[in-house]
């Protein structure tokens, strides 16, 4: 299943919520290397779903996150 971006967006503006996720993940890679604790791949994984949410529109998949 492709995660696809919502189209009621303009395709050179992610959604604000993509864009705080995309920055949460930034920050937690260049913080944490290569040696990842069970708690940071957690968190990894909860902001993958947020950012896969945001970029498909699906507001309450972001809250459940």
Do not use: F, K
């Not at 996720?21 to 993958?48: C, H, K, P």
Request: charged share 25%; proline share 8%.
């Amino acid at each position: 299943m492709a995660l696809l971006p919502d189209s009621s967006l303009p395709a050179d503006r992610p959604a604000p919520a993509a864009e705080h996720a995309n920055e949460a993940i930034r920050a937690l890679v260049d913080a944490s290397g290569q040696d990842w604790s069970e708690a940071e791949a957690a968190t990894y994984e909860v902001l993958l779903i947020e950012w896969a949410a945001a970029t498909r529109g699906d507001p309450e998949i972001v809250e459940a996150a």
